[in-house]
């Protein structure tokens, strides 16, 4: 396999997740943005936590979807994220009344 091959499937395969995403993200009340992943949720719970005058974010997600594009299952019911980077939930408005023009 060439440089070009990896390449090309590389781009094929985050093509075809973000495809995935475009399909999936309707289903999901919630984006969350961690330090290494991204994830679609209908449930977030964060604490802020302090260990050794640490402080670390404890991440628990229900019902999600991962964003990453070499795991063969991407749903997951529930998820324990531990960081010690800054995490970015943003709730999703939903757009079942969406009204096409005239």
Same mark, same amino acid.
């Given at each position: 396999? &060439?440089?070009?091959?990896?390449?090309?499937?590389?781009?094929?395969?985050?093509?075809?997740?973000?495809?995935?995403?475009?399909?999936?993200?309707?289903?999901? &009340?919630?984006?969350?943005?961690?330090?290494?992943?991204?994830?679609?949720?209908n449930q977030v719970?964060?604490?802020?936590? &302090?260990a050794d005058g640490?402080?670390?974010?404890?991440?628990?997600?229900?019902?999600?979807?991962?964003?990453?594009?070499?795991? &063969?299952?991407?749903?997951?019911?529930?998820?324990?994220?531990?960081?010690?980077?800054?995490?970015?939930?943003?709730e999703l408005t939903?757009?079942?009344?969406?009204?096409?023009?005239?």
């Amino acid at each position: 396999m &060439s440089a070009e091959d990896l390449e090309n499937y590389e781009t094929d395969m985050e093509l075809a997740l973000y495809r995935e995403y475009r399909d999936v993200v309707g289903l999901f &009340s919630y984006v969350v943005e961690t330090e290494r992943r991204f994830y679609l949720a209908n449930q977030v719970d964060l604490q802020t936590r &302090s260990a050794d005058g640490e402080v670390y974010f404890d991440l628990t997600l229900t019902d999600a979807w991962v964003w990453d594009v070499y795991r &063969s299952a991407r749903f997951v019911k529930k998820v324990r994220v531990i960081t010690f980077k800054d995490v970015n939930v943003e709730e999703l408005t939903k757009t079942d009344d969406l009204q096409l023009p005239e």
